[in-house]
């Protein structure tokens, strides 16, 4: 009951404590994925806040194919250091299970700091780096393994299309138990406008197990897209 009552406060405590009157964002996504050229359903829904200083982004998706799923649940904040804006520091908290990658419900928490590598009129590219761990079986088991992080960032906007590339690696320091969990995530995601508020959005992610023990997970996504203010 605590761990479900820790994932409830995980969701709504983000959203409550805020002071200032920026509005927050929301994106509703549904359409179809493709995992091994296995069709399935896909839903995703998204808050998100930006200030000069601090952003907020708290997100869920889902999809269901014949025999597999995957849910992921993750919440982010990033606040800039206000004497080297620069520079910022972040914490990331999630859960997911991927049932084609052999995922149990895991448990996943990093945090560490961020440089904006180049911050320009049409985008913006970005790098962090940080400690991170994870639980793999969070309801049945307390054994953490813990990695150092990096990633890569680049959104950019054109006249007709937004892009957004992101690289990831986690690098397992921590001992190796049964399997090496080291692993390296790749993400393409295109999105098209169609008119004030709604999208198409093209999206391919990968994670890649470094581990030969380890199964990869691949998906297709395409969806449609709806964003607008949220209010509380």
Known sequence: MKKYLFLSLF?????????DTTA????????????????????????????????RDLRFFAYGLENNSFIYLRYKS????????????YTITS???????????????????????????????????????????YLNATRKTSYLRTGVFWDHDTNYFSS???FEHFSQISE?????????????????PLKSG????INYEKE????????????????VQWRGNFKI
């Open 11 to 19: 969701i709504f405590l983000p959203l409550s404590g805020q002071t």
């Open 24 to 55: 927050w964002k929301q994106y509703l996504r549904l359409g179809i994925v493709n995992v091994d050229s296995t069709n399935g359903g896909f839903g995703y829904f998204r808050l998100n806040r930006i200030t000069t200083n601090t952003f």
């Open 78 to 89: 990033s606040d800039k250091y206000l004497s080297q804006p620069k520079f910022y520091r």
């Open 95 to 137: 859960f997911r299970k991927n049932t084609r990658a052999n995922v149990n419900l895991q448990y996943h928490f990093n945090q560490g700091f961020g440089y904006f590598i180049k911050d320009y009129n049409n985008g913006l590219i970005n790098m962090e780096l940080g400690h991170a761990f994870d639980t793999s079986d």
């Open 164 to 166: 957004k590339l992101e």
């Open 176 to 192: 190796v138990i049964e399997n090496r969990l080291s692993r390296s995530i790749y993400l393409l995601e295109l999105i098209f």
């Open 198 to 201: 709604v999208f198409i959005n």
């Open 208 to 223: 890649d197990y470094i581990g030969k023990n380890q199964t990869d997970a691949a998906s297709i996504i395409l969806a």
